[in-house]
């Protein structure tokens, strides 16, 4: 089942790429001592900065996730709704980190930049919508039973309160019940000025500590505030 639920990491993750409650529960929480932005505010620019470089240096890095990443892959996702896929005509540019692997979470954010600041709200309106939430669930329920099997019961949605940065932000949490175990895939959106950026967070031990989530929202706005005003 252990190896059953690193495959349904892998492929949630890949499928939903944007991007519980407050407390202990008692599930393995991921704890470290949280990094401060300081990093962010270092990266190295590349010679030409235009915005599919801009949404590259947008994003997230394994030192940015307060846990330690002890791998990564390349997959990518196939969701329909993903905003990869929504908004692939529209963007000025676009870039999707590695599937990062932590002991108990994989990580993957991507951003799109927009030419037009209403753009990129217009594009968060879409991706707030239910209907993309249900999109989301369908896929990774869809998933989960081919590599589970067998037959699993629907995936619920749950809000996450995690501290907003930027202009708008949503987030949520998909819970899996597979045999004997769950799995749970959270959804995080942020529109910052004309960026959008969507982050998922795949648990294999799903946890109610959200320190991990709100490190990597703090984090994912200081690197995108900082592409966007960098002069090219």
Request: proline share 5%; charged share 20%; glycine share 6%.
């Amino acid at each position: 089942m252990q190896r059953w639920t690193g495959r349904l990491a892998c492929a949630a993750c890949a499928a939903l790429l944007i991007s519980g409650g407050c407390g202990d529960s008692g599930s393995p929480a991921v704890h470290s001592k949280r990094r401060t932005t300081a990093a962010a505010a270092t990266t190295p620019l590349p010679a030409r900065l235009d915005d599919p470089a801009r949404a590259r240096i947008s994003l997230v890095r394994p030192t940015d996730i307060t846990a330690e990443v002890v791998g990564r892959d390349n997959s990518r996702n196939h969701a329909i709704c993903s905003p990869r896929r929504l908004f692939k005509h529209r963007v000025t540019g676009v870039a999707t980190t590695p599937n990062y692997h932590t002991m108990y979470v994989n990580v993957q954010q991507s951003v799109l930049l927009f030419r037009k600041t209403a753009a990129a709200a217009a594009a968060f309106k879409r991706v707030s919508r239910p209907d993309v939430a249900r999109c989301f669930a369908d896929y990774v329920h869809r998933e989960a039973a081919i590599r589970a099997g067998t037959s699993i019961g629907s995936v619920t949605r749950q809000a996450l309160i995690v501290e907003p940065v930027g202009e708008q932000s949503i987030s949520y949490r998909l819970s899996v019940p597979i045999p004997q175990n769950e799995a749970a895939v959270d959804v995080l959106f942020n529109r910052i000025g004309r960026a959008l950026s969507g982050v998922a967070l795949v648990w294999r031990v799903p946890s109610q500590d959200l320190e991990l989530q709100e490190a990597l929202v703090v984090h994912l706005a200081t690197r995108v505030r900082q592409a966007l005003t960098a002069r090219g």
